[in-house]
Each structure stands twice: as C-alpha cells, then as structure tokens.
C-alpha cells in the first residue's frame, strides 16, 4: 500500500547564519542577506498504491506544518578561495503558525548568503553557479528537533504496537534544494523568491479499508443495507498464523536513513505490527487501519503468503499478499513486492462471517437375507450401497455449544415447546450438487465450538403433527435433554418414525481443532469450530428394524398362515432419542405389540421399533422378550407358537445376534420363522441401514 500523502512544506524560511562580526569586502544590506525559503506539505494521488482500481484518493492541494514544530536544517554551499571551499552549516528552525499552506521558520543560530561567499562577485564561478544545497529532517506536530550528526545515515525505528498512534515517527524528508535536484540548488539570484523546500514521507505506509458486510449487523445509522462492526476490529501486520513464528515477519521496524539521495539501507528488527484505527465514520468504508514499516518491507515471497490478521467481533480472518502484489506489478512490471520510501499502500477488504455451507450424500439401506438354518436363527450383517431416498432432498440443521441442550435455543418456534431447525440445508438439484442453507449461517466468533446435527424428516413445531419428528425437552436422571420422541410404528420408507435420522460430525474422538488462534478443544466431545476444511455430517438412522417372515413345510405338518398374528411380548412401545449423543432412552412401561403385515403378502411382517435392551432371564421366562406367533385353524381353535428373542445366536456360532443384548438403532434384523405342526424353526439376518453422509465445507 502506497502513502497516498507526501511532505511539501511550503515555509519562508528566514535562514540567517551566525556570520563573522568583521564587516565581508561585499557586503549587502540585511535584507538582501536573508536566506528565504519556502516549504510545504503536499499529499498526492501519484504517491498511493491500492488494490481496488479507480479508488485512489485526490490529495494534489499543499498543507502547512503544526505550528511549533522544530526542523533539522544542513545548508552547503561553495566559496572559491575559502577553506574548505565547501562550507556545511546546521541549525534548527522553528515553524510558526500556518499561512495558508506554508509556515515561516525562524532559525537559530541564523544564516547569511554571505556565510557561503555567494554574495562575493568572485564567487561566481563556484558558488553562485552552484548554489546552495539544503537538507532537512522533520516529523510533523514535535516541538523537539533530532539530533543529525550525519544527514546521510540517520538511523531510525518504528514501533511494533501502533495502535495508539504512529505520528510521532512519521519521518519526513526535505533534499529537493541541491544541484542535482529536480528543482535544483537555491542560487544567489533567486534569495528575494525564497526557494520550494519539499518534505516528503520517508517511510512506508500500509492502510487497509475495512468494508464489514454478510453475516455482520445492519448499521440504521449509515443505512438500512450497510453493515457494521460490533467492536473496532484489530488488524495486525503478520506473515503467520496464531501466535506462530514460525516464518520471518515481513514488516521491516528500522533501519539507516540517507536524507541527501531519500535512500534507506541496514534494514532490520522484522516484527507483526498492529496498526491503529485511523477512522470509523467514513462514509464508504467501515472503518480504516493505517501503520507505518520502514521502506524496504516486502509483501511476501509469493501471491498465497499472509500479510495480515484480522480479528472483526471474535472471528479471524487472514489477508493474501495477491491484490496488492498484483497491482504493484500493473504499476512496475520489474518490482520486487517491497515498499517504497513515501507511498501508501492501500488494501481493501471485505469482511463476511463465515458461511456453513453444506454439500451431502445419502446411502440407503441394504438387504441381507438369511437362508433358513435348523433350529436356531443365523445373522449376517452387511453395508450396502443402495441409493439415497428420493424423499432426502432437505433437512433440518441444529447447533448448540453444549452437547445435550441449547440447540437453536433462539428458535422455540412457539409456545408450545418444540424447537424450530436453525436453518433448512437443501439440496433441490441433481445429486452431488452443493448443499444450500435457508436461512444462511455464519460462525459468530472464530474459537466458538458448535455441536452440529441434522435431522430428516424436517422437523416441526405443530403439536397436531404425528407425521413428523418434534425436538423438545425431557428430564433422564434429574437432567434435561433436547431429544425426539419416537413409537413403534409400521415401516414406511422415507417416513417418521421409520425412517428418522440423525447426523452429528463424523470425527474420532480424540481428534483436535487445529485453529491456531485459541486453545484446542475435542471436535467429538466440544464441538466444531471455525476452521478452514471440510465437516463430515454422518446421518445415522435411529430405529430398528424389525423383520418377521413366515414359512411353513408342505408336508402333513403344514400349517395355515393366513391371519396369523405375530407379537413381540414385554417390549416398550415409545421412547426418546437424544439430539446430542443419538442414545435411545425407553419410556412409559412394556406390553405387547403386535408387527403390522406387509401389504400384500401374508408371510412378511415389517415394522419400525424403539431400540431397546432384549429382557431376558430363563428360558421362557414371562417376563421374557419373546416373539409369539398366532395361528387361527378353520375348525376355529388356535395353536401358539413362542421364541425367546435375545439368546438367538448366529449359525454355528456362540456369538449373540444381539451381543449388547439389545436391538440397536439402524439396525435391520431379518427373521425366518419356519412353523409346522410341532415345531417352530427360527432362521435370519442381520443387516445395518447405511450410513448416510453429508460433507459439509466451512472458510474466513
């Protein structure tokens, strides 16, 4: 960034040294002696580099010191004949009030022309020919001048925190009065005009224009679109992230000033700079960051290299060397991405909070059945790779900080209690296409941790609804949960209860976020922060799946399957599943339940059930988990067949088909049940629903 403004002091400038009381041969009168120069301040568009085309600011008018402030002068000259023929003086001057846009300057001590023998006729040749040369050194509003004891290597430092002000080291520069300058030396002939003394910034300055747009508040103050900071961001200089130091700063603070070429050399003391809010009230920008580093700082090895760090109301933002790389380079083809004496470089950026995107895909179910097995059932399990539902095209996104309550606790959706989803994440295009959030989200701070679910079916919050899934509060063990209530049910594909499902982000336990700007948290256990990457939702089904399908011999000890009825004894018929960890709690007390046929089919029974733990105690035991098979005889009498469920184990095997002793959620459990006259064969299989995934991306 380019320093939009350069000195030109405009001063006369009585500059009257401490002549010889012996009377000169050539003398003039006083007033002819004086030395009068002029100096001024001048702030021009040519002297600013910025990353936005067409922004650069206007400043082509001069401007005057504060009055008080204290130059360091060097006046040379040569005197044919003298010894030494070239004669140096210094000397301080001091700034009067503003006249328009220049200060008078007294001087003390003062000097004459004739301290340089311009005024002797044979001079001429020499001195008057090549006349003066003035070298000045200032910091604009200091009342107190630097000591130079050599103009061509004043050394100079900047601070690392400027964030209360960086005037005070605001190095200018004066060196246009010499032969070799532009406006070239100040000869005896033009002593009654004065001559231009002009002071230019002798530092680099960077400043970044701050534009605070999605996700920030709406400002009534500036209008009803624009947006605006909670607090004044912080903006610091820096090439790392976090408290890393890892790479070298690229910020230069010192280094060795040569006031007669403007040149600076033996730069050193690289350090992050925090720079101060030069203004909040702009009428285009939000707020705007200046800072100072010595001339010589380069932006960075590479277009991806950081600059600078962001912290706007809690989130981090980092800031690319590319913009302002690439327009010093529309600017100088041959540049080397270093700050130049005297331009201000000026980079503007536009804040938005971070946005949860989402991008998902879901996998379905897949089917594994058993072949029949004499006496016990057998259990495969199997993933599939079905494809997703057609009915999958939205769900409802949840976020708290805590893992079992506050989800959306912003959007109780209405009195009754039931928790409204924070935002509708669909996806109405083709498969693979990006997941789109209604309305958008954004991480209100970059070290905030959020618990993140998904739920599908979309929830509700209309109490009349029994078709769709409600988030609402319940008590287990003295404590609150946000959790879903669910009942078994007759499964159908793609509806609630059946088919609910539950995402949380698919990460291991004991991996950690790696956002270097706070302290690390368990992305399982505390949540995900705002980091740059992707967030895996994993959707998991939350019933299980129950299976029953009827056979029978075809020899004399056939048996009759129509109307048969098939219950499952002493199991709860309702229950909770929990937004936070997807446990499955039981509630009310056991009965029996009867599995609802599936249409069309006599043999094949379906149903959605509560996971649960599988009661059992000695073989059959009343208290027992137990399927029992009805068959109605055409002579009107029944026959009932019983099979505890929970010592089932998988053919040939010792293993349970229920090792925790429980039906899990989104597990699909498949039963054989082979009738004759005098004994029940009980075959099946096992097979979980698959997994269904969403990628949600997450960038600041």
């Known amino acids: 960034m380019k320093i939009s403004a350069y000195i030109y002091p405009l001063f006369a400038l009585a500059l009257m040294a401490g002549c010889s009381k012996e009377t000169p041969v050539y003398s003039v009168g006083d007033a002819d002696n004086e030395i009068l120069v002029k100096a001024g301040i001048s702030e021009g568009a040519d002297r600013s580099v910025v990353t936005k085309a067409g922004s650069e600011d206007s400043h082509s008018s001069h401007v005057a010191f504060t009055g008080g402030t204290r130059l360091s002068l060097q006046v040379s000259g040569r005197w044919t004949g003298h010894d030494p023929e070239t004669v140096v003086s210094t000397t301080v001057g001091t700034v009067a009030t503003a006249s328009g846009s220049h200060n008078a300057v007294s001087i003390d001590p003062d000097i004459y022309w004739d301290d340089f023998g311009t005024a002797d006729p044979a001079n001429a040749s020499t001195g008057r020919a090549e006349g003066l040369s003035i070298y000045g050194v200032a910091v604009n509003g200091v009342s107190t001048a630097a000591v130079i004891n050599d103009f061509s290597a004043l050394a100079w430092n900047l601070a690392a925190d400027q964030s209360t002000g960086w005037s005070a080291k605001d190095l200018l520069v004066s060196n246009n009065v010499r032969p070799e300058g532009a406006d070239g030396s100040y000869k005896f002939s033009q002593k009654n005009d004065g001559k231009l003394l002009e002071f230019r910034h002798q530092m680099s300055k960077i400043t970044f224009r701050l534009i605070a747009n999605d996700g920030f508040e709406t400002s009534s103050a500036v209008g009803s679109t624009a947006r605006k900071f909670a607090s004044v961001p912080q903006v610091v200089l820096t090439s790392n992230v976090g408290t890393s130091a890892s790479v070298d700063e690229w910020p230069f603070l010192s280094g060795s000033v040569n006031v007669t070429d403007g040149s600076v050399s033996a730069q050193g003391d690289r350090s992050k700079v925090t720079m101060r809010t030069m203004s909040t009230t702009d009428a285009t920008y939000t707020v705007i960051k200046d800072a100072l580093v010595v001339p010589g700082s380069c932006f960075g090895s590479a277009d991806t290299d950081i600059i600078a760090r962001i912290d706007a109301d809690g989130n981090i933002y980092y800031v690319s060397a590319e913009k302002i790389r690439a327009k010093m380079l529309s600017l100088d083809s041959s540049t080397d991405f270093r700050t130049e004496a005297g331009k201000n470089y000026v980079i503007t950026v536009i804040v938005n909070k971070t946005r949860i995107d989402v991008t998902a895909t879901v996998l379905d179910w897949t089917d594994v059945v058993a072949e029949e097995v004499e006496p016990v059932i057998d259990v495969n399990a199997s993933y599939g790779d079905g494809g997703a539902p057609a009915e999958f095209s939205a769900f409802s996104f949840y976020r708290s900080i805590a893992l079992d309550s506050g989800y959306s606790a912003d959007n109780t959706g209405n009195a009754n209690g039931f928790f409204a989803a924070e935002s509708v994440v669909s996806n109405p295009s083709a498969p693979g296409a990006e997941w789109v959030f209604s309305p958008v989200l954004h991480w209100p701070s970059h070290d905030i941790h959020y618990q993140m679910r998904g739920v599908w079916p979309l929830t509700v919050t209309d109490a009349d609804d029994v078709t769709s899934p409600k988030v609402e509060t319940s008590v287990h063990d003295t404590k609150e949960y946000q959790v879903i209530k669910v009942g078994n049910a007759m499964y159908q594909q793609g509806t609630f209860p059946s088919d609910l499902m539950v995402a949380r982000p698919d990460v291991a336990a004991d991996v950690e976020c790696s956002n270097p700007d706070h302290s690390h948290k368990y992305l399982f256990s505390d949540g995900v922060c705002a980091t740059e990457g992707t967030v895996n939702l994993e959707f998991a089904y939350m019933m299980s799946k129950v299976e029953v399908v009827l056979s029978t011999t075809e020899g004399s000890d056939k048996v009759n399957l129509s109307g048969a009825k098939v219950e499952v004894t002493n199991v709860f018929t309702s229950g909770e599943i929990k937004l936070g960890d997807r446990a499955a709690f ?35 035991a009343e208290s027992n988990v137990r399927f029992r098979i009805t068959i109605f005889n055409a002579d009107g009498t029944k026959d009932i067949y019983h099979a505890d469920v929970a010592p089932i184990r998988k053919n040939g095997s010792t293993e349970l088909v229920a090792p925790e002793g429980r039906w899990e959620s989104g597990v699909h459990y498949i039963y054989n049940l082979k009738l004759s006259k005098t004994k029940i064969d009980a075959v099946a299989t096992v097979t979980d629903w698959v997994k269904a995934v969403a990628d949600e991306e997450i960038w600041f």
């Open 586 to 620: 039981t509630s009310g007390s056991v009965s029996d339940y009867m599995l609802n046929p599936v249409a069309g089919s006599a043999e094949k029974r379906l149903d959605a059930i509560v996971p649960q733990e599988l009661t059992y105690t000695t073989p059959r």
